[in-house]
Nanobody, 118 residues
């Protein structure tokens, strides 16, 4: 499985960005797609996830109500719509995929930089 993240950039506080993560290679047997982020000097943290077959979503409290995760099955792509961005959302955002409904993520994309200016 290869994951290619894109859509990052520089935006002012209060603005919006949409991240994309295109999945290629193995396209079956993937249960969950997720987004994580890592800010400078901080550990990587969970942002959101979606179950590929059911569409069930889950969000970190810090982004709930502002971010929306979705999929386009025909394009094998997962999106992260980010609204009302804050400077503390600045980070490298990574998409990831796992085979099982819980536990470790098996595949990771390369990351895309999101910078929110105040």
């Amino acid at each position: 499985v290869q994951l290619q993240a894109s859509g990052g950039g520089l935006v002012q506080a209060g603005g919006s960005l949409r991240l994309s993560c295109a999945r290629s290679g193995r396209t079956f047997g993937i249960n969950t797609l997720g987004w994580f982020r890592q800010a400078p000097g901080k550990e990587r943290e969970f942002v959101s996830r979606i179950t590929w077959s059911s569409g069930i979503t889950y969000y970190a409290d810090s982004v709930k109500g502002r971010f929306t995760i979705s999929t386009d099955n025909a394009k094998n792509t997962v999106y992260l719509q980010m609204n009302s961005l804050r400077p503390e959302d600045t980070a490298i955002y990574y998409c990831a995929a796992r085979v099982n409904p819980t536990g470790q993520y098996n595949y990771w994309g390369q990351g895309t930089q999101v910078t929110v200016s105040s």
